[in-house]
């Protein structure tokens, strides 16, 4: 008789404090990749507003809700979010972790084949992680950034059995010895995370700001849509995930900028190599992943 093959278990996980009053759509992300997953673990730090029994009016047995409390002191590089996007990690218990951050959606035609290209580099050692193209959506639910000061891919879900830690909470390191962290070696799901959160409103983004930047040892941002470089940003032509179409707010046509904005520097830096990027056809955007073949 052959060995009976062992069922893969996929765990997910997220961080969330002051979802509701800064404006995260954390419900409708959550739900968005409930369907394929085994467990999901939710670190709910102290908050100001109903954000924990927000996620426990979801009732799902799949949920597993940690509450936990930051650590105000650390205010170097975003490290904060790194402890606590490990909070959640450390405690999921599938073969594979799918980090999912409280303004990113997954759209439900794309689900069967998330999980297909987790079956698929399960027991591939080369294969750390998987990576997913990204709509950064931005100033209204019609518009997308594409430029390579934005990354356009990103590593969302390791697995869980190699040796991780987040530096902040956009990306991880894996650690191969007890001192050097390099990018994880990866393959691309083929799907796209949507993710929105340029397009709640200038209020609850400029609270944001006052509440987080501290953590990264900066003073609050003051958020004003309107001041980017119009030529970077894109009309959206497909169809928006089911779970966050009520969230998102009405609007119609493409985000106009203000047109007596001033590029920056590193603005007018990105147009040149946008030009480039189409000329050649290469893509200049940040990437923390290795890519394999």
């Not at 968005?32 to 109903?50: A, K, M, T």
């Not at 796209?192 to 609050?220: A, F, I």
Request: proline share 3%; aromatic share 12%; charged share 25%.
């Amino acid at each position: 008789m052959g060995s009976v093959q062992k069922k893969m278990k996929v765990s997910a996980f997220t961080f969330i404090k002051n979802g509701q009053i800064l404006g995260y759509p954390f419900l409708e992300s959550i739900m968005s990749i409930l369907p394929i997953v085994d467990e999901f673990v939710v670190n709910v730090g102290e908050s100001e507003d109903d954000t924990l029994e927000l996620i426990k009016s979801i009732n799902d047995k799949k949920i597993r809700i940690i509450q936990s409390k930051w650590n105000d002191n650390m205010q170097d590089k975003g490290y904060t979010y790194g402890q606590q996007k490990m909070i959640a990690q450390f405690n999921c218990t599938g073969d594979w972790a799918f980090y999912i951050e409280g303004d990113e959606v997954y759209h439900e035609s794309e689900l069967g084949q998330i999980k297909k290209s987790m079956k698929t580099h399960l027991n591939d050692p080369k294969v750390e992680a998987l990576v997913f193209d990204f709509h950064h959506f931005y100033g209204n639910a019609n518009s997308i950034l594409n430029s390579s000061g934005w990354y356009r891919s990103e590593a969302r879900i390791i697995k869980n059995s190699v040796r991780s830690y987040a530096p902040d909470g956009l990306f991880w390191l894996i650690l191969n010895s007890n001192k050097i962290g390099r990018y994880p070696r990866a393959k691309k799901t083929g799907a796209t995370c949507y993710h929105y959160g340029w397009v709640r409103t200038e209020t609850q983004m400029n609270l944001k700001s006052s509440k987080v930047q501290k953590y990264w040892g900066k003073d609050p941002a003051i958020i004003n849509y309107s001041q980017i470089d119009q030529s970077i940003l894109e009309e959206f032509k497909g169809t928006h995930p089911k779970t966050v179409q009520e969230w998102l707010p009405k609007a119609t046509g493409l985000y106009k900028a203000d047109r007596n904005y001033k590029l920056t520097i590193k603005e007018k830096k990105y147009r040149i190599l946008k030009r480039i990027e189409k000329l050649f056809r290469v893509d200049f955007s940040k990437k923390h992943f290795t890519l394999i073949r």
